[in-house]
């Protein structure tokens, strides 16, 4: 496993749409929640220079690595960084 | 292209209300557009369908939520519920049964309609099997714009929307944080640079391709308002049509970047002003309602727009329901509304909207608890003369009557289009004249 989706996702499809590995796929039981195979991703090594999934993704800490850190940590997309920002 | 050269009047054209676009256009273009509502008002009694196919965007907006999903905002890039292919197809049959002037069948998001070009076009194909008269039309980022441009002609796109804000990277990259192209985040300028460059080729190409390509721009203060100029005379220059300059929503509860840094949007003056000077290079678009990308109905009504200046005289039936041919739903359980004007010319009624009851809040709870529930389903209904549903309790019986609206459960479990012949026969006789349905301005 490289890369996971967290409960931040909201369910855009984008990174399903690029995933070279069709390693990512919808929640069966919960509506707009995606996820990915631990076995089937490969972090994009052989493909690409980024995971695709988190160059695309737009929504923070929706993506975390191996380590459970965000791959698009809070303020990276959005440019909004204030605590009470965030919905 | 020839067919978009201008006639020299352009002095007259400053004077002239920025939205009286016809004399602009050649007569061939105008018939094209005739029937879209979107890009000629005349068309206004012409519905029009988005299909919220397309989930994905490969770009990021400043203007823009991605995580927003609340049936009470009504604004681009807001939807409630996706659909995939095959769900489009159902609900526009469901939709087109009972709206003969339902002309116009988009995909505007909530992404990019080619972000997501397999939803995309596997709709589009759908559609234009299941009925070859439906315009189709699609609005874009223009991100790959340039890539699917034939692609879109072939699919029977005739109609086309690009957004376009500005044509300098040094103002795009205050307005795109970042890009996703060719299987790299761009950021900066960067991600600018690309995008405008996309953009431009991709809307030549469209408008080389043959379709209508209308351009779309987010006025911005301080950002993009001093380069609507420049703006209009490279997006004409590329084969843009129509020019539809449209305020900024920057709401900070919307949780956009411009919202919670405090960046207003233009007032009514400067939004006037910026299609004064564009309009000295194309055909504006002033009737423009933002819509949601699952959006059904006219343009006059079918947004969930609170504010609508304009009285309309005619009689409407509110059908309560969720798309079946019956009217077999219980007034307090009633999730939206179909709504139905009559028509003097045709004597029947004619399908205007959907509306979703929860649109109804007025803001004032973030969403709508069982309280308010009966309340927003009465809001919802308040303008209609009659409604029709399968049953209804007392006292919204009396609250509808005390709002001057009749309920009906005569009809209960016979097909709506029988109650309506029906209730059209019993009013078939001159209403109030001349309802002027005109859409509103900004």
Redesign the interface.
Known sequence: MKYAITDKC?????CQ??CPSQAVYADPDVNGRFHIHSRRCTGCEDH???P?CA??C??EEAIVNEMNLPVNPQGS????I?PG?A? | MERQSMPSTTQHAATRPADQVRHLLPKDIQQQIATHPCYSKQAHQYARMHLPVAPACNIQCHYCNRKYDCSNESRPGVVSRLMDSDGALKQFRSIKRRAPNLTVVGIAGPGDALANSQATFATLKKIRMEDPQAQLCISTNGLMLEHYASELAAAGVHHLTVTINCIDPAIGEQIYPWVYYDHKRLRGRAAAERLIQNQLAGLEAAAAAGMLVKVNTVLIPGINDHHIEQVSQEVRRRGALMHNIMPLISAAEHGTFFGIRGQRGPSASELEAARAISSQYMPQMTHCQQCRADAVGTLGGGCGQSEEPVVEHSYKVAVAGNGEALIQTHFGHAKRFEIYRFDKQQQQFIYLETRQVAQYCSGTHACPDDDSDKQLIIDAVADCQTVLCARMGIAPWRALEKLGVTPNVDFAFQPITEALASIAARIATPLTPGGNHEVCHY
């Not at chain 1, 909201?10 to 984008?14: E, L, R």
Request: with cysteine.
């Open positions: 909201v369910g855009c499809y984008a749409l690029v690409y220079d980024a695709q160059s695309i737009p929504i997309l959005t440019g909004i204030s920002a919905l």
